[in-house]
């Protein structure tokens, strides 16, 4: 069999692990994977569906494929993921260059959706999107120095803004022996950052052991050899126990960077949203998560535009930000998706809410520029990511920063650095939000 399998994975880091999962059981199958879709036999389009921007790109990214497939440089094309979960009569019907769709559920049956598709036949499989997860290798497609580590799939929060429980299934969390085996191999192929992944990731354990683990997962990732960083996305903040937080202050492979979306701050919209807890719980969670973590950088996501968001509202988020001065805030305008509560509601107008999503992105602009400011002349552990020609630089990441959501730091060395290094680095300016230094000559 020589068969070559393209992968084009869109999305979130979730998603992307899905994909890996996909390339590892092709490739234990005896398929030639490729990260590239030109000359390949199938190509697997890994798609997000969560909002429109996704969708878009999803779309842009098949009929890119599509043209490809038209010139004869790749032979079928699958489509996985989420936008497959959730328009899955409408992609084989208006998307005719498609040969196969597999829903979320179906992951680990692209082996025999491949086969099929090379036999010429066609594909379209959506088993439950409720079942438990199975365990299998993966290919990493990051950088050899740092992986994702997905603990749960699914989610049971049920927001009004969102799909995701229609098109992940109700929350599953993985065995935690599973998880501390997976992060002993990736630490012994080289991964030194560890990224904790889930839908929500305060939840993990609820539903398998009856009880929230997260904390004790986290006590147990940080045993093993190897492992640097342990970084942590995506804490639902109304399920931060003391134990949780001991342990996020405690531990010093944990980096002091928490990603909590919390996605507005109006008492009135939270509730309308269904996300649990109130703006005054909010303000005491992060005044007493920076009381317990020195240093502590906090990330968020905010939704402008949400249904009940007048200039009342939208000034009360303002405010909170200006009050609370989160270094890392992504601000996305309100997406009325089909199927839920909230697209039923009443909302702002999509040209309002990308004017308040553009304030938000100048108030926080200027936050993020006192926080880089405040760090001239300090010392910082930086993991190197390579080196740029065009600015003759080393480049890389501190533990502020996660990779492809936050920014860089550049820094000069007389001595070569490898991908994949620690240093430490002295902070001399700052540019365009992101930070410039220079190696210390002592650090070895």
Aim: aromatic content about 8%; charged content about 25%.
């Amino acid at each position: 069999m020589n068969e070559t399998i393209g992968m084009v994975s869109l999305g979130c880091a979730k998603n992307q692990v899905d994909a890996e999962q996909m390339l590892y059981l092709l490739r234990q199958a005896g398929f030639t994977v490729s990260a590239e879709p030109d000359n390949c036999d199938v190509v697997i389009v890994n798609t997000c569906g969560f909002i429109d921007s996704a969708k878009s790109e999803a779309i842009d990214n098949i009929l890119a494929v599509a043209q490809r497939k038209a010139a004869g440089t790749v032979g079928k094309i699958l489509v996985t993921g989420c936008l497959a979960q959730r328009y899955q009569k409408q992609i084989l019907e208006e998307l005719p260059e498609v040969d196969g769709i597999l829903g979320t559920g179906s992951y680990y049956d692209v082996v025999s959706a491949v086969r099929q598709l090379l036999s010429g036949g066609g594909v379209s499989e959506f088993d439950s999107i409720n079942e438990n997860i199975p365990e299998c290798g993966r290919i990493l497609t990051t950088p050899r120095y740092y992986a994702y580590l997905k603990i749960a799939e699914g989610c049971d929060n049920h927001c009004a803004f969102c799909v995701i429980p229609s098109l992940r299934g109700k929350y599953r969390s993985r065995p935690m022996d599973a998880l501390l085996k997976e992060a002993r191999e990736l630490a012994a192929s080289g991964v030194k950052e560890l990224i904790v992944v889930a839908q929500d990731t305060s939840r993990y354990g609820l539903d398998l052991y009856g009880e929230r683990r997260l904390a004790e997962l986290l006590t147990k990732l940080c045993l093993i050899d190897g492992i640097v960083w342990v970084r942590v996305h995506y804490l639902y903040p109304d399920e931060m126990s003391d134990a949780l937080i001991d342990v996020l202050a405690s531990e010093p492979k944990i980096v002091k960077y928490l990603d909590i979306p919390i996605q507005h701050i109006n008492d009135g919209i939270l509730k309308k949203m269904n996300r649990r807890g109130s703006g005054k719980y909010l303000r005491e969670l992060l005044a007493k998560l920076r009381a317990r973590i020195p240093g502590l950088v906090l990330r968020t996501s905010l939704i402008a535009g949400l249904p009940g968001e007048g200039e009342a509202e939208f000034e009360e988020l303002c405010d909170f930000l200006r009050e609370v001065r989160m270094e890392r805030v992504g601000a996305f305008v309100f997406s009325p998706e089909e199927g839920t509560r909230a697209a039923k509601m009443e909302y702002p107008p999509e040209e309002v809410a990308q004017h308040r999503a553009d304030v938000i992105t100048e108030l926080q602009s200027r936050i993020m520029d006192d926080y880089n400011a405040s760090h001239i002349g300090t010392s910082m552990q930086v993991l190197c990511e390579g080196y740029d020609e065009e600015n003759e630089a080393y480049f890389g990441r501190t533990y502020a920063d996660s990779p492809d959501i936050d920014g860089k730091i550049w820094f000069s060395s007389n001595r070569d650095v490898e991908p994949g290094q620690f240093v430490t680095v002295t902070v001399t300016d700052t540019c365009d939000g992101e930070l410039i230094g220079d190696l210390e000559e002592t650090d070895k």
